[in-house]
């Protein structure tokens, strides 16, 4: 069998030529201009993470119940509940984030930074796994990585819109993604170890990482797909082996949940979460997607293709396919939205890293088959000038990126200087710019409303909501979780559970309207009005709109019963 | 199959994907067939998916030529 190749031959292009070339000082200035980009993202990001830290209130929906359900961990109970009985809450997201944070509540209490620190140093570890996947695959091939593509793999991550806006947040979905990440990186040569002990050991802990993301987040049953597909590609026998011994110690933990809660975690977590698909939703988010990281999404998708038909098909490139196809596709789900794509981009890094280091080594050997004769032959004597090219095209690739994913607040101490530089003009809330918005604030249906920074009068009209708060008598139904936690009150119903319970025929609601129409909640607040409709006619007859506070882009809305 | 030497090839996976392909792209059409009180015909998310199981039994015929190298 004979091997075509798009690397410059000795003939053509000698080594010294190649090395004393002005495209490669060009390439080498240019990567580091790349380099200085993504930095640039990381520091933004590490400030909007500082912000956050330091914001004691609900920053994106639904925050304060995934407080609320750590705090439920850290006592020792579930968070699964029947929502027919007061107060009426239950928790639809699986427990091992919460478990994670649980002993943070033992040492300092209820509070949102030590959540969204968790968030964030998940995506410090994923980006640090991308890294290592791009390194490595060039340590496997040509016996050296690329440092610099390994590094500019990792930040890319870091500076997506999509990861930059859900990182920072008490939410578990970016540390399901680092499970995932880290799930896949493991298991990505774990058949080529030769080691029997070794190669066991690598399977088991790559599956237990797999579990491990699933009880994170449903949603990482897309990855366990990926995964059981590459195993059994690779070598059937050991897949059905090994994915018989990982569905029998998931299937127990989940058998085990299901009874110690009475079945309330199959009926909270599980089909209260089939929601209704949204197809248009799912289309303007894969378009927004692509706008922002087709630099990306390009050479990943080349590689995949490249795999495919001359080479053997990666964990990567499978891992790619589907969490772009299945998860985002439900991203135009009910509760779905951009933060879907995280998976697929965090895949996307690593691929794309993969081909820019390959390229840069001119590392792309063709075996004879019938595309490359049809294809890659009649290019081969343009080898050397596309070896050229390939120098200024994979700088040009992360600098394009750079570009598009430019997101920075626009009124902070040094970022004004920088935004009035680019004549960059705010398009989101406080003053901050994101790419993903139109210049007018526009944005796709389904894209978090989050990624600006917070301000100190965000923080005073909190604390004002939790002075109304303690002075109410009697119950307070808040929206949000976060106001009265902070007054020392009990949190009374998760208002998005109740609406998924409904919307799949599996809620009644009639204590929680009771108590509505008996008029004992003194205080009702409302930001997004998430409740089951029901409910929401129930406040509206017994009820009355007396003020309003805003506070982070939202009007709160405050009732009282009518007179 | 049971020898744990035993790898696919770029032939079996695109057997499986063009097998696979035609099979749900029959059974998809075969919703509206034999479900014949279901109204508004071919949805949104059913053309999609039937796109896709296109694209996989085209992958999968594009593969076999390739003959017994590891997929």
């Given at each position: 069998m004979t091997d075509t190749s798009l690397a410059p031959t000795a003939a053509s292009i000698t080594p010294t030529v190649v090395s004393n070339s002005v495209s490669q000082r060009v390439s080498r200035v240019l990567l580091g201009v790349a380099l200085l980009v993504l930095l640039f993202y990381f520091v933004v990001y590490v400030a909007y993470a500082a912000n956050l830290m330091r914001f004691p209130f609900d920053y994106d929906q639904g925050e304060g119940f995934e407080l609320v359900d750590t705090i439920l961990f850290s006592r020792g109970e579930w968070p699964y509940r029947n929502t027919e009985l007061f107060p009426f809450y239950s928790s639809n997201y699986p427990p091992l984030f919460h478990v994670l944070a649980a002993p943070l509540v033992w040492l300092f209490g209820p509070a949102y930074w030590y959540g969204r620190l968790l968030g964030f140093l998940g995506t410090l570890v994923t980006a640090g796994a991308i890294a290592y996947a791009v390194y490595r695959d060039g340590v496997r091939r040509r016996g050296n990585g690329h440092l610099l593509i390994a590094a500019l793999s990792g930040l890319a991550y870091l500076a997506s819109n999509t990861v930059y806006h859900i990182g920072?947040?008490?939410?578990q979905h970016a540390s399901m993604v680092m499970f995932e990440t880290l799930a896949v990186v493991v298991l990505a040569y774990a058949n080529e170890i030769e080691d029997t002990r070794q190669r066991r050991r690598t399977l088991a802990i790559g599956l237990l990482l797999v579990i491990a993301a699933g009880y994170t987040k449903q949603l990482a049953a897309v990855t366990a797909l990926a995964v059981g597909i590459f195993l059994f590609i690779r070598q059937p026998w050991r897949a059905v082996v090994w994915g018989l011994g990982a569905a029998v110690v998931g299937g127990a933990i989940f058998v085990w949940m299901t009874w110690a809660t009475d079945g309330e975690w199959w009926r909270q977590a599980i089909l209260a979460n089939v929601n209704d698909l949204n197809v248009q939703q799912s289309v303007g988010l894969f378009r927004l997607w692509f706008s922002l990281h087709g630099w990306l999404i390009v050479p990943a998708a080349l590689l995949v293709i490249y795999e495919l038909y001359f080479d053997r098909l990666s964990l990567y490139a499978i891992w790619f396919v589907l969490a772009a196809g299945i998860t985002g596709m439900a991203?135009?789900?009910?509760?779905?939205?951009?933060?879907?794509?995280a998976s697929a981009i965090a895949a996307a890094c690593i691929l794309s890293g993969i081909f820019a280091a390959r390229t840069l080594a001119a590392d792309w050997p063709f075996p004879d088959n019938y595309l490359s004769r049809l294809f890659v032959k009649p290019l081969r004597r343009y080898a050397p000038a596309l070896s050229r090219a390939a120098l200024l095209i994979v700088p040009l690739l992360y600098l394009g990126y750079g570009r598009a994913v430019l997101h920075l607040p626009t009124q902070e101490p040094v970022f004004r200087e920088i935004a009035a530089l680019l004549n960059v003009r705010p398009n989101?809330?406080?003053a901050f710019y994101d790419?993903?918005?139109?210049?007018?604030g526009q944005f796709a249906t389904g894209y978090a409303d989050i990624g600006h920074f917070t301000t100190p009068a965000d923080i005073n009209a909190g604390w004002q909501l939790v002075n109304i708060i303690q002075q109410a008598e009697g119950h307070a139904l808040s929206e949000e979780a976060g106001f009265s936690l902070a007054a020392g009150r009990e949190v009374i119903t998760n208002p998005t559970q109740l609406l998924n319970l409904d919307k799949r025929g599996l809620y009644d609601g009639s204590a929680l309207i009771q108590m509505i129409e008996n008029r004992e909640f003194s205080l009702i607040i409302f930001r997004a009005q998430f409740y089951p409709p029901r409910i929401l006619r129930a406040v509206g007859d017994h009820y009355e709109h007396y003020e309003s506070v805003a506070m982070n882009g939202f009007e709160y809305r405050l009732l009282r019963p009518k007179p | 199959m049971l020898d744990t030497t035993f790898t696919l090839t770029k032939r079996q996976l695109g057997l499986i994907l063009l097998v696979g392909g035609l099979a749900g792209f029959t059974g998809i059409l075969a919703i509206d067939i034999l479900d014949v009180g279901r109204e508004g015909g071919i949805g949104p998310a059913q053309q999609i998916a039937l796109g896709l199981c296109a694209v996989a039994a085209l992958l999968g015929l594009s593969l076999i030529p390739l003959g017994n190298r590891p997929a």
């Open positions: 920072p947040l008490f939410r991203s135009g789900t009910w509760g779905g939205g951009d933060s879907y794509f989101a809330l406080n790419s993903a918005r139109t210049a007018d | -």
